[in-house]
């Protein structure tokens, strides 16, 4: 069964954990979605035994440092890997038709041409469109324009072996538009980007983000059965999955995951 590999839990400006990224987990392989802002993302997969040989899939959401700057660390490091023979296959790396030309852009520009030169040879950049559906890992991946207000996002879901579906929002408040891809999901991974009831200190509406009480409206609108919050503040991680998690159980009365970086949630 599959598992979902978190890999950082905080937003854009966070420096006690690393920016939101995650990969589901299914007999060994990755699914990796974004990478963070950084070089940040190898000492997370350093820690959770996770082997860049296995991950021939990421899906890169939006244009946002926090989300896409890792993703020159990844083809770095796997080019490095297919240049020395230790990496088996292509790498495919998935976006929005926009947002593929940015990626290549930073990468021929950051990186040595020996790797540049296996941008559409071993790493496929593959764009995606609103309501496309791709075969992943053996899951059926249906990719979809969350109708972002800031910059141009694409979320996804996924049906798992157990044919329940996970729904990965994006980073911001659920548009309406997509609730026929959000309702019903076994799994909604869903922004939060403060408590509702620091709104005022941290200003989430400014940026157009939710709080845990808004994500946890949402799951019980959506007729969830799990929600994790994530994308949050890193003022008090010590007590952030207790007060979180306290916050969103006044609406939301399925399961709700507040994870830590380096966290391993079983999706059975």
Same mark, same amino acid.
């Given at each position: ?9 905080? =937003?854009?400006?966070?420096? $006690?954990?690393?920016?939101? &990224? ?26 959770? /035994? +996770?082997?860049?040989? @296995?991950? @021939? ?19 770095? #490091? ?28 930073? &990468? ?15 790493? +496929? ?15 059926? +991946?249906?990719?979809?324009?969350? =109708? ?15 044919? $329940?579906?996970?729904?990965? &929002? ?13 309702? /019903? ?8 980007? &403060? ?5 005022? $200190? #941290? *200003?989430?509406?400014? *940026? =157009? =983000? ?8 949402? !799951?019980?609108?959506?007729? !969830? ?13 010590? @007590? ?11 609406? #939301?009365?399925?399961?709700?995951? +507040? ?10």
């Amino acid at each position: 069964m599959e598992q979902l590999y978190v890999f950082g839990t905080g =937003h854009a400006a966070v420096t $006690r954990c690393y920016n939101t &990224c995650f990969a589901i987990e299914k007999d060994g392989e990755f699914f990796m979605t974004d990478a963070g802002g950084g070089n940040g993302i190898l000492k997370v997969l350093q820690y959770m /035994n +996770v082997d860049m040989s @296995h991950i @021939h899939h990421i899906f890169v959401t939006h244009s946002h440092t926090d989300h896409i700057l890792g993703i020159v660390w990844m083809v770095r #490091f796997i080019g490095t890997k297919i240049l020395n023979g230790s990496y088996e296959g292509q790498l495919h790396l998935y976006s929005h038709k926009d947002l593929l030309p940015a990626i290549e852009t930073l &990468c021929r520009l950051t990186l040595q041409e020996k790797l540049c030169r296996l941008i559409g040879d071993r790493i +496929v950049l593959i764009p995606v469109s609103d309501g496309e559906q791709r075969q992943i890992l053996g899951m059926d +991946v249906t990719f979809f324009d969350i =109708h972002s207000t800031k910059a141009k996002q694409f979320g996804f879901t996924a049906i798992l072996s157990d044919g $329940r579906k996970l729904t990965c &929002c994006g980073d911001e408040p659920l548009n309406p538009l997509c609730a026929p891809y959000v309702e /019903n999901s076994a799994w909604l991974l869903h922004e939060a980007f &403060c408590l509702y009831e620091d709104r005022d $200190r #941290f *200003k989430p509406y400014e *940026k =157009h =983000h939710s709080t845990a009480r808004d994500a946890a409206e949402t !799951a019980r609108d959506m007729n !969830a059965e799990n929600i994790v919050l994530w994308h949050t503040e890193d003022t008090d991680l010590e @007590h952030r999955r207790e007060r979180y998690t306290a916050e969103a159980e006044a609406l #939301f009365h399925g399961g709700i995951f +507040v994870p830590r970086d380096g966290d391993i949630i079983p999706l059975s």
